[in-house]
């Protein structure tokens, strides 16, 4: 393994496993976070490419519960709906989509709301949402991921570097506006200034998991 600790996965990505630093925070196992680390678990456990991003993998990030959270984000590959849904399903997640579900769905257990999104591999490798007349690049190439603790489990998240350009930009609603730069300032503080910087150049487009409507955020790699 390179001394950085990232290895290759057979997608081609960085995969950043292993357990962080002694002495750095890291999520634990609770009714919290049991919902998280089912659908964590289910998704790794079949092999299926992943990566958890929003509030949940902000925290994830910071080792510590940062706010209170309304559902779970995690992008899938739409090659993989169908695997993902047995996954889901075998443990315990009931699908429940919607009828403007455009470019992912949603699926609930406990009163849990997990919301998926969909991503695609085009023809020359690029990582994309596929919203309809304007499809969203991720990444051009394969789309890297870090692993992050929570409890025993390593979950498959965003790197904090795309975290952090997924959050540089604040919703200009009052509520979503106020999530993200609460997040931001998370990420911040686990980043240190030279991500920081970086972070301010970065750009994005909205998008909802699950609908083109809602105020989800996914950043995109476009000019």
Same mark, same amino acid.
């Given at each position: 393994?390179?001394?950085?600790?990232?290895?290759?996965?057979?997608?081609?990505?960085?995969?950043?496993?292993?357990?962080?630093?002694?002495?750095?925070?890291?999520?634990?196992?609770?009714?919290?976070?049991?919902?998280?680390?089912?659908?964590?678990?289910?998704?790794?456990?079949?092999?299926? !490419?992943? *990566?958890?991003? #929003?509030? *949940?993998?902000?925290?994830?990030?910071? #080792?510590?519960?940062?706010?209170?959270?309304?559902? /779970?984000?995690?992008? =899938?590959?739409?090659?993989?709906?169908?695997?993902?849904?047995?996954?889901?399903?075998?443990?315990?997640?009931?699908?429940?989509?919607?009828? &403007?579900?455009?470019?992912?769905?949603?699926?609930?257990?406990?009163?849990?709301?997990?919301?998926?999104?969909?991503?695609?591999?085009?023809?020359?490798?690029? =990582?994309? =949402?596929?919203?309809?007349?304007?499809? /969203?690049?991720?990444?051009?190439?394969?789309?890297?991921?870090?692993?992050?603790?929570?409890?025993?489990?390593?979950?498959?998240?965003?790197?904090? !570097?795309?975290?952090? !350009?997924?959050?540089?930009?604040?919703?200009?609603? !009052?509520?979503?506006?106020?999530?993200?730069?609460?997040?931001? &300032?998370?990420?911040?503080?686990?980043?240190?200034?030279?991500?920081?910087?970086?972070? #301010?150049?970065?750009?994005?487009?909205?998008?909802?998991?699950?609908?083109?409507?809602?105020?989800?955020?996914?950043?995109?790699?476009?000019?």
């Amino acid at each position: 393994m390179p001394a950085n600790g990232v290895t290759r996965t057979l997608a081609g990505d960085a995969d950043r496993g292993g357990s962080p630093p002694v002495g750095e925070p890291s999520l634990e196992v609770t009714p919290r976070t049991a919902a998280l680390a089912s659908a964590a678990d289910a998704l790794d456990s079949a092999g299926l !490419e992943h *990566w958890f991003f #929003g509030g *949940w993998a902000v925290d994830l990030w910071a #080792g510590r519960e940062t706010r209170a959270h309304e559902d /779970i984000d995690v992008l =899938v590959l739409r090659a993989d709906e169908d695997r993902v849904h047995a996954a889901l399903t075998a443990a315990g997640w009931a699908h429940t989509p919607h009828d &403007d579900d455009l470019v992912g769905t949603d699926y609930e257990r406990d009163g849990a709301d997990l919301q998926l999104t969909f991503a695609e591999t085009d023809d020359e490798g690029s =990582v994309v =949402v596929p919203v309809p007349g304007q499809p /969203i690049v991720l990444s051009r190439g394969p789309l890297a991921h870090a692993r992050r603790p929570l409890g025993h489990l390593h979950v498959r998240v965003l790197t904090l !570097e795309k975290m952090l !350009e997924i959050k540089a930009l604040p919703r200009p609603d !009052e509520v979503g506006g106020g999530k993200d730069r609460a997040d931001l &300032d998370a990420l911040r503080a686990v980043a240190g200034p030279p991500a920081q910087a970086a972070a #301010g150049t970065a750009t994005r487009r909205a998008v909802r998991p699950g609908s083109q409507r809602t105020e989800r955020n996914v950043s995109s790699d476009e000019p």
